[in-house]
């Protein structure tokens, strides 16, 4: 229903800041909650962020929160989450995912029904 792509990530110092974008096809993305998850190697995939637009609503981690930002652009039909401040603890390979627009934003990754392929995000100490 709808197909997700991934891009913006790569290598950035401790400090640092990138930008990620999730470039969603087939539908707009106005009737989803989406979502961003990582996962490092030999860890279990985490909730990072995710906005309900129609809603009006945002969560975030508490790991991230105060220097992640997740965003829509309308326009691109893309949702993006601004990294800032990144720490060695962050990399890892970001998801970004969708589920039905539901009344609760879900922290769990078995709720949403569509994955991207991932971007691999690496902070360097």
């Known amino acids: 229903q709808v197909q997700l792509v991934e891009s913006g990530g790569g290598l950035v110092q401790e400090g640092g800041s990138l930008r990620l974008s999730c470039a969603a096809s087939g539908r707009t993305i106005s009737s989803y909650v989406m979502g961003w998850f990582r996962q490092a190697p030999g860890k279990e995939r985490e909730f990072v962020a995710a906005?309900?637009?129609?809603?009006?609503?945002?969560r975030y981690a508490d790991s991230v929160k105060g220097r992640f930002t997740i965003s829509r652009d309308n326009a691109k039909n893309t949702v993006d989450l601004q990294m800032n401040s990144l720490k060695a603890e962050d990399t890892a390979v970001y998801y970004c995912a969708a589920e039905k627009d539901l009344a609760i934003i879900s922290t769990g990754g078995n709720a949403y029904d569509y994955w991207g392929q991932g971007t691999q995000v690496t902070v360097s100490s």
């Open positions: 906005m309900s637009w129609s809603r009006g609503r945002t």
